[in-house]
T-cell receptor, first 113, second 113 residues
Framework: NAGVTQTPKFQVLKTGQSMTLQCAQDMNHEYMSWYRQDPGMGLRLIHYSVGAGITDQGEVPNGYNVSRSTTEDFPLRLLSAAPSQTSVYFC????????????FGEGSWLTVV | KNQVEQSPQSLIILEGKNCTLQCNYTVSPFSNLRWYKQDTGRGPVSLTIMTFSENTKSNGRYTATLDADTKQSSLHITASQLSDSASYICVVSELGGYNKLIFGAGTRLAVHP
C-alpha cells in the first residue's frame, strides 16, 4: 500500500515551459486535491476533484490545469511556468471531502527560473 | 475572512521538556480541527482530528485540546524527543460544500539534545 505517490520530487523549469506533476493513490479515494506551500504561509488549495470526471477550482487555480480520468490519478499541469509558481506542491486524497484522514504525498519541489 | 493563526512561529526546547503550541481560528461554520506534523522535506501527517463536541484528544505523547467557544486549540507535546523536531500545522475545516480546509502557517519546533 503506497498511499499517495507524487512525481517528480524535484524539478527546475524555465519560464514559459510546461510540465505535469503526477499524483496517484491506491486507496480508492474519491476526493483528491492539489495544494501549494509557500514560505510563511499555510497550504493553499489549487484544484480538487470529488471523483473521476469531476474537477473544480480551489483558492489559487490560475496557471494550472487538472483532469481526473481515473479514480487513482490526478495530474496537475503547469501550462506556461512563471517564477511565481516556484513552490512546493502537495497532492492529497481522502475517502470523502474533509474526510477523517487526509493523506498527503511527499511533495514536489518546483523551481521556475 | 476565515483564518487560522498559529503561535509561536518557531520554538526551541530541550529534549525531555514539554511544550504547548497554540492555534486560534475564525473559521465559521466550523466542521473539525486537525493537527498535522510535517517533517522537513516531507508531506504533512495527521496527528489528531476533533469535532465541535470534543475538547481533548490524545495520540501518544501528543494531546490536542479544543475550545469551540473561544475558537482556540492547543497541541501539547510531553517529554519531547529529537524526532519531534518538525513543523506542526493546525487545519480547520469549514462546514459545507467540499468542507474547505484552512491551513495555519505552522509552528516550527526544534528539539535540542
Amino acid at each position: 500500500n503506497a498511499g499517495v505517490t507524487q512525481t517528480p520530487k524535484f524539478q527546475v523549469l524555465k519560464t514559459g515551459q510546461s510540465m505535469t506533476l503526477q499524483c496517484a493513490q491506491d486507496m480508492n479515494h474519491e476526493y483528491m486535491s492539489w495544494y501549494r506551500q509557500d514560505p510563511g504561509m499555510g497550504l493553499r488549495l489549487i484544484h480538487y476533484s470529488v471523483g473521476a470526471g469531476i474537477t473544480d477550482q480551489g483558492e489559487v487555480p490560475n496557471g494550472y490545469n487538472v483532469s481526473r480520468s481515473t479514480t487513482e490519478d490526478f495530474p496537475l499541469r503547469l501550462l506556461s511556468a512563471a517564477p511565481s509558481q516556484t513552490s512546493v506542491y502537495f497532492c492529497a486524497s481522502s475517502r470523502t471531502p474533509g474526510g477523517n484522514t487526509i493523506y498527503f504525498g511527499e511533495g514536489s519541489w518546483l523551481t521556475v527560473v | 475572512k476565515n483564518q487560522v493563526e498559529q503561535s509561536p512561529q518557531s520554538l526551541i526546547i530541550l529534549e525531555g521538556k514539554n511544550c504547548t503550541l497554540q492555534c486560534n481560528y475564525t473559521v465559521s461554520p466550523f466542521s473539525n480541527l486537525r493537527w498535522y506534523k510535517q517533517d522537513t522535506g516531507r508531506g504533512p501527517v495527521s496527528l489528531t482530528i476533533m469535532t465541535f463536541s470534543e475538547n481533548t484528544k490524545s495520540n501518544g505523547r501528543y494531546t490536542a485540546t479544543l475550545d469551540a467557544d473561544t475558537k482556540q486549540s492547543s497541541l501539547h507535546i510531553t517529554a519531547s524527543q529529537l524526532s519531534d523536531s518538525a513543523s506542526y500545522i493546525c487545519v480547520v475545516s469549514e462546514l459545507g460544500g467540499y468542507n474547505k480546509l484552512i491551513f495555519g502557517a505552522g509552528t516550527r519546533l526544534a528539539v535540542h539534545p
